[in-house]
């Protein structure tokens, strides 16, 4: 999937211009505090929540399209943001992360690339660390659809971090854009070793 020429085009259907609410609603009632990842950050807007909750924020995108248009709308943030393959990260990012934060990355990720984000996330994140998702639940494709967000069930995602994590928060947000209402999920994992 060339995720840059998407960016090119403008089809960002996924972006709402805004952080996720469930993603605020965390980070306003937990205290977090470190250096934090956004993976597939794409416009950065959840990078720009963690900055203004404390943390010390970076987003990580494939897209350098939409890397350059995130530092285009957070200006004082530029530095934050960095192209790069969340599969394969700088040297710099390894085991470097007190907090990843997870926002449609991994429904946007086809079912095969699964074990490569997973792979990402224990290359980054530090043992003991938190993996804050707000993870899009797409059980079903509509018919005719092909895809992003590809299926994610419950089940995917206890089964894709079974080993090596644990669930430490996991509810229905009641915050969440109006098209998604009900249908994502705020887990929080912490990496065991
Ligand atoms: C569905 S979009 C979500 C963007 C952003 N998180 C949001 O909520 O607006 C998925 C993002 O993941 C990025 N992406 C896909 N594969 C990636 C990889 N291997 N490493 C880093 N970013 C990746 C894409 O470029 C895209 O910006």
Redesign the pocket.
Known sequence: MD?DEIYRKGEVF??KGAP?PPMMQYLEQHKLSGRALV?????G??VALAVAHGLDAIG????PT?IAEAQALYPKLAKRFIT????KPAAELRGAFDVVLE???L???APTLRADYRGGIDLTLKPGGLLVGVWFINPDLDPGDEG??FPLSVFDLTALFADGYEIVEDYVPDAAFETRVGRERLRVLRRKT
């Open positions: 995720w996924w972006n996720s993976p597939g950050c794409g416009h807007h959840e990580l995108d494939i897209a939409g790069g393959d969340m599969f926002h449609t990355c429904s946007g990720l992003p967000p």
